[in-house]
Each structure stands twice: as structure tokens, then as C-alpha cells.
């Protein structure tokens, strides 16, 4: 089994940094893939970035430039640093991580097989 939990998040202005990190225990050698989503009110859950276990990278386009994905496999955490944040960045923001199975496409949703409870991020203008 694994476990995921989310820290991080929080109310910050407008062209402001959060950085979040997300701490995966129990079962840790049955992890590759590691991806943020965020879901807002009223909208689908989206991809937010991803992150290989061989340090590939993906991210959407409405983040790129803003924020990075990275991890630290020796503390089993992945970390989402957030720059220049806007009101539209406002969401709830979920780790998730991908067992060695198929699906493995980082970008899809159905990847994943972990997911953790969220964390919230309130960007104010």
C-alpha cells in the first residue's frame, strides 16, 4: 500500500510563490511516475505536471515557465514550486502516483493509482 499527503498550500497574492510537496510512504519501490493535478470549482481535474521516475518532465501549457516539478527519490518526495501565481491558479492540488503497470502514459489521468486528499491554493488578486 501507499500512501500520499499533500502539504504546502495556502492564500497568497497574486505574483506570488508557494511551493508544495507531497511525501509518499509504505509501499515506496512500487512508484514511478509521480504528477500533480489541481481541480477548481466547476472545471475537470487537470494535469498540472509530471515527473518520470527518470526525471522526464511534462507540463500544461498554462503553467510552463511558472512552475517546476521535481523530486528527491532518497526522501520519497515530489515538489511542485509555484512562481508568479494568478487568480486562475486557484485550486485544490493533488499528488498522484503511478505504479510500474500499464497504463503508464504520464499525462493521463488513468495512469494513476495513488492519489492523495489535496491540498488547497487560494490565489488572491
Known amino acids: 500500500q501507499v500512501q500520499l499527503v499533500e502539504s504546502g498550500g495556502g492564500l497568497v497574492q497574486a505574483g506570488g510563490s508557494l511551493r508544495l510537496s507531497c511525501a509518499a510512504s509504505g509501499s515506496i519501490f512500487s512508484i514511478n511516475t509521480m504528477g500533480w493535478y489541481r481541480q477548481a470549482p466547476g472545471n475537470q481535474r487537470e494535469l498540472v505536471a509530471a515527473?518520470?521516475?527518470?526525471?522526464?518532465?511534462n507540463y500544461a501549457d498554462s503553467v510552463k515557465g511558472r512552475f517546476t516539478i521535481s523530486r528527491d527519490n532518497a526522501k520519497n518526495t515530489v515538489y511542485l514550486q509555484m512562481n508568479s501565481l494568478k487568480p486562475e491558479d486557484t485550486a485544490v492540488y493533488y499528488c498522484a502516483a503511478d505504479r510500474p503497470n500499464y497504463p503508464s502514459d504520464p499525462v493521463a489521468e488513468i495512469t494513476y493509482d495513488y492519489w492523495g486528499q489535496g491540498t488547497q491554493v487560494t490565489v488572491s488578486s
Open positions: 515527473i518520470t521516475s527518470g526525471g522526464s518532465t
